[in-house]
């Protein structure tokens, strides 16, 4: 079994669970068999077309996929996939400090 961990971001869409187990061969099928059991999930993660977003990054066993073969990226039984979203925004007010001088 793989077990996925799941950003808390979007915990919601599987009733709360960080982390989610299923077998599979790739890293493209462990990601499907989990978003088959939560479909919410798959509205967050997946553009229309069935591609991950920009903001997804996936990483096993601490490296991210597209450092390997990408979804095609082999799995073994004991392996961790790690669902993280890219965080972006603030204000000027929050620091002080502007991005430009």
């Known amino acids: 079994m793989i077990e996925i961990r799941i950003a808390s971001p979007i915990?919601?869409?599987t009733d709360g669970a960080s982390t989610?187990?299923?077998p599979a061969d790739s890293v493209g099928e462990a990601m499907?068999?989990?978003?088959?059991r939560y479909p919410?999930?798959?509205?967050?993660?997946c553009d229309e077309g069935g591609c991950?977003?920009?903001f997804v990054a996936l990483f096993l066993n601490g490296d991210d996929i597209n450092m390997r073969e990408g979804l095609a990226?082999?799995?073994?039984?004991?392996d961790t996939i790690e669902i993280l979203l890219a965080v972006s925004g603030g204000c000027e007010e929050a620091t002080g400090e502007?991005?430009?001088p």
């Open 73 to 78: 990226s082999p799995v073994h039984s004991g």
């Open 40 to 45: 919410k999930l798959r509205t967050q993660l």
């Open 20 to 22: 989610v187990s299923v």
């Open 52 to 54: 991950l977003r920009a």
């Open 32 to 36: 499907d068999r989990v978003m088959c």
């Open 11 to 13: 915990r919601s869409c």
């Open 98 to 100: 502007g991005l430009v």
